[in-house]
C-alpha cells in the first residue's frame, strides 16, 4: 500500500496487523468469509495466489484490475491488469524501481500510476529508523506517468523534486487528484489528465493522501495526519526531511473538488485510511484499526460520520476496498488464505447491502 510503499505502507501496515509468528495458510478456500461477514459480502474469490498484491482498482467498464504487487523476480511491487475473474494477468510497468498507486483513465484504454524508474532499477529504500510504529516511503523519484494499456504511449505527467503518487482519477470529469511534496508539506493537488492544470487544494501542515472522487465528481474523500503539537510537529517535520512519513494516527476527512468545505467524517483514533465511496455517493468503505490495533478490518460509514458498521471480522488484515462502477461487487486485498506470513492477496465479493 511491505506492500508498496517502497517498503512501506503495506508491508508495514500488514506487519503491524499480523500478529508474530502467526501463520493462517491452513485455511481453506472454501472457507475465505466468516459466518459474520455474510451480512454484505457473499460468493467470494480469490483472485491472486503469488506474491504481495494490493490496491486493486476497477475499470470504467467493471471488466478489468488494476493492481500492484512484488513478486519474484522483482524486488519492489510493480503494476498489474487481471480480468475481474483473475485471468489475462499482464504486467504494465517497467520492472525497475518502484511503484505504486495504480488508476483506469475514464476510458478504460490507460492507467495512471507512479513510478521511481527514471531514477534508476534498484528501488529507493527507508533509511534505518527506530520507530515504535509503521512508516512508509515518499521518495522524490516517484512521479506520475499515463500507460496506454496497447503501449502506444507512456507520458510522464508530473515533474517535480518532491513526492508525486496516490493519484486516483474522477471518471466525470478526467481530473487527477494526488499527493504531492512540492511546496514544503504533502498535500493534495489535482490535474487534468495530460498533467495541465495544476491546483492545489490543500495547505494545512501535515499529510493529506489516498484522495478518490466521489461518483458525481463533486466531492473528495481523503485521509489525513495533522500533527498537533510541537512534538508531533518537529517529528513530522524531521521524517519527511528523511522522505519518510510515520503517522501515529489518522483519520477521514471530505472536501469539495475545489478544496473548499473540508469537514472530518471520522474520530475514531489509530489509523482509519484507504477509503473509497459506494456507488450511491453517500456514503464511504475504509480500513481501520481503531477496534483493534493489531489488525485492520473494513468498515462502512455514511458522508456526515453518522452510521458506522463493520463489514469484516477476519484475524488477518482486510485493507484497500473498492466497488465495481455498478455497486454489485467488492474487491479488497486481504491475509485470509495466506500461504505466507504478511501475505496480502485481492479478493472479490458480491456486495448485498
Known amino acids: 500500500m511491505e506492500t508498496h510503499w517502497r517498503f512501506t505502507f503495506v508491508a508495514l501496515l500488514t506487519a503491524v496487523a499480523f500478529v508474530m ?16 461477514e455474510g451480512e454484505y459480502l457473499s460468493s467470494v474469490r480469490q483472485l491472486t495466489f503469488e506474491g504481495t498484491n494490493a490496491e486493486a482498482y476497477w475499470s470504467p467498464d467493471g ?4 493492481f500492484q504487487a512484488t513478486r519474484p523476480p522483482y524486488k519492489a511491487d510493480q503494476i498489474f491488469i487481471m480480468r475481474s475473474d483473475g485471468s489475462q494477468v499482464r504486467m504494465l510497468s517497467t520492472g ?21 524508474h527514471l531514477s534508476g532499477s534498484e528501488p529507493p529504500k527507508l533509511p534505518k529508523l527506530n520507530l515504535p510504529r509503521y512508516a512508509w516511503g515518499i521518495f522524490a523519484s516517484y512521479e506520475i506517468f499515463l500507460l496506454k494499456l496497447d503501449g502506444t504511449e507512456f507520458i510522464r505527467l508530473t515533474d517535480n523534486e518532491g513526492y508525486d503518487a496516490e493519484g486516483t482519477i474522477c471518471w466525470e470529469t478526467g481530473r ?14 489535482s490535474m487534468k489528465l495530460d498533467g495541465s492544470d495544476l491546483k492545489r487544494l490543500t495547505k494545512t501542515l501535515g499529510y493529506e493522501g489516498g484522495a478518490f472522487y466521489s461518483p458525481d465528481g463533486k466531492r473528495i474523500v481523503f ?54 465511496w459506494l456507488p450511491n455517493g453517500k456514503q464511504i468503505i475504509f480500513a481501520s484499526n481503531y477496534h483493534d490495533p493489531k489488525n485492520f478490518d473494513l468498515f462502512i460509514i455514511n458522508d456526515d460520520g453518522t452510521g ?25 486485498c486481504s491475509g485470509r488464505n495466506a500461504n505466507q506470513p504478511r501475505q496480502l492477496n485481492v479478493f472479490r465479493a458480491e456486495w448485498k447491502d
Not at 471488466?63 to 488494476?66: A, N
Not at 525497475?96 to 513510478?115: E, H, L, M, Q
Open 21 to 36: 509468528g502467526q501463520n493462517f495458510s491452513d485455511q481453506t478456500v472454501e472457507n475465505l468469509l466468516l459466518p459474520e
Open 63 to 66: 471488466k478489468w484490475l488494476v
Open 308 to 332: 458506522l458498521k463493520r463489514i469484516t471480522y477476519h484475524p488477518t488484515p482486510d485493507l484497500f476496498p473498492h466497488f465495481s462502477p455498478d455497486g454489485k461487487w467488492l474487491v479488497w
Open 176 to 189: 487527477i487528484v494526488f499527493t504531492s511534496y512540492r511546496n514544503g508539506d504533502l498535500d493534495l493537488y
Open 223 to 276: 485521509r489525513a495526519y495533522l500533527p498537533k503539537t510541537p512534538e508531533e510537529v518537529a517529528e513530522y517535520k524531521r521524517l519527511l526531511e528523511m522522505e519518510v512519513v510515520s503517522p501515529p494516527n489518522m483519520e477521514l476527512f471530505l472536501m469539495d473538488a475545489d478544496g473548499s468545505n473540508v469537514k472530518q467524517i471520522t474520530r475514531l483514533g489509530n489509523i482509519n485510511f484507504c477509503p473509497a
Open 96 to 116: 525497475k524501481g518502484r511503484t505504486t498507486c495504480s488508476y483506469f483513465t475514464p476510458d478504460g484504454n490507460a492507467v495512471i500510476f507512479s513510478s521511481t
